[in-house]
T-cell receptor, first 114, second 111 residues
Framework: EADIYQTPRYLVIGTGKKITLECSQTMGHDKMYWYQQDPGMELHLIHYSYGVNSTEKGDLSSESTVSRIRTEHFPLTLESARPSHTSQYLC?????????????FGSGTQLSVL | GQQLNQSPQSMFIQEGEDVSMNCTSSSIFNTWLWYKQDPGEGPVLLIALYKAGELTSNGRLTAQFGITRKDSFLNISASIPSDVGIYFCAGSSNGNEKLTFGTGTRLTIIP
């Protein structure tokens, strides 16, 4: 059973608001990832981290930013939300030396920007 | 960038039927994975493949790593209602920290 949690599960917010999506894991995993997914479509990597104080941009350009101050916590922030940011955001983690079969996903945050 | 194309895009089958779907890549991968995603949830791993030609089973599911390393296949035998969902392939290259996901196959079971 994977211990990776995302909050909130659903968020409806107005344009221009600053939002932070939370992701926490209790497995001590070094590597964490954020994916963006439109309904029924493929997942696109937007950010990842190798460990504390490490953040990298993924394949899909995103206006969001991330931070990794603690191993267990990898929040994603949008400074000014827009309707184009409406999507599902999935967080994942895996341990050092773990193959891709050790990648675990959270349940996601469904973001709607009005 | 790397692209993974899955087919079919959607399938409508009756309970008890067998299902086949595949995934093709424009480049070589050294790892192939198959995931299932239910509505409102994150993907859950079904099968991981690490060697060209490898054939691996997980209950009623069987997946194969193509010899060319540019494709993979997933079969589900004797489908049941809980098989409904979206199936994604994913691949990774050597030394690449990124996992590329396919376009998905939506499976629906007709009563």
């Amino acid at each position: 059973e994977a211990d990776i949690y995302q909050t909130p599960r659903y968020l409806v917010i107005g344009t221009g608001k600053k939002i932070t999506l939370e992701c926490s894991q209790t497995m001590g995993h070094d590597k964490m990832y954020w994916y963006q997914q439109d309904p029924g479509m493929e997942l696109h990597l937007i950010h990842y981290s190798y460990g504390v104080n490490s953040t990298e941009k993924g394949d899909l350009s995103s206006e969001s930013t991330v931070s990794r101050i603690r191993t267990e916590h990898f929040p994603l922030t949008l400074e000014s939300a827009r309707p184009s940011h409406t999507s599902q955001y999935l967080c994942a983690s895996r341990g050092e030396g773990g193959g891709w079969e050790k990648l675990f996903f959270g349940s996601g945050t469904q973001l709607s920007v009005l | 960038g790397q692209q993974l194309n899955q087919s079919p895009q959607s399938m409508f089958i009756q309970e008890g039927e067998d299902v086949s779907m595949n995934c093709t890549s424009s480049s070589i991968f050294n790892t192939w994975l198959w995931y299932k995603q239910d509505p409102g949830e994150g993907p859950v791993l079904l099968i991981a493949l690490y060697k060209a030609g490898e054939l691996t089973s997980n209950g009623r599911l069987t997946a194969q790593f193509g010899i060319t390393r540019k494709d993979s296949f997933l079969n589900i035998s004797a489908s049941i209602p809980s098989d409904v969902g979206i199936y994604f392939c994913a691949g990774s290259s050597n030394g690449n920290e990124k996992l590329t996901f396919g376009t998905g196959t939506r499976l629906t079971i007709i009563p």
